[in-house]
């Protein structure tokens, strides 16, 4: 059974990294978005599962990660052809 774990293991995190190379926009932004996820999900997984609250430092932390998300992901740039979410729609 453990060598179908670990091979189950391998596939899924294969599946991890080679994803967000699928997205129609641009892979850092996307990579940046998942970072920020990971961070989440950590914390909650700790929260959840091992019973380990978060303490404000892993709040306040959390929170700046996604900001930096927001920020790399959503503000415009110039001389970009897609709409930012942030843009008016013309």
């Known amino acids: 059974m453990g060598w179908y774990l670990g091979l189950l293991g391998g596939f899924v995190l294969f599946l991890y990294a080679i994803v967000p190379t699928f997205q129609p926009s641009h892979f850092h932004r996307i990579y940046a978005a998942y970072g920020g996820i990971f961070i ?18 892993d ?5 700046i990660a996604i ?3 927001a920020i790399i992901y959503y503000m415009p740039r110039k001389d970009e052809k897609e709409k ?7």
Do not use: R
Request: hydrophobic residues 50%; without cysteine.
């Open 67 to 69: 900001i930096g998300v």
């Open 59 to 63: 709040i306040i932390g959390t929170i």
């Open 84 to 90: 930012s979410l942030w843009q008016s729609k013309q």
């Open 40 to 57: 989440i999900m950590s914390v909650l997984w700790g929260w959840i599962f091992e019973g380990i609250a978060p303490d404000n430092y």
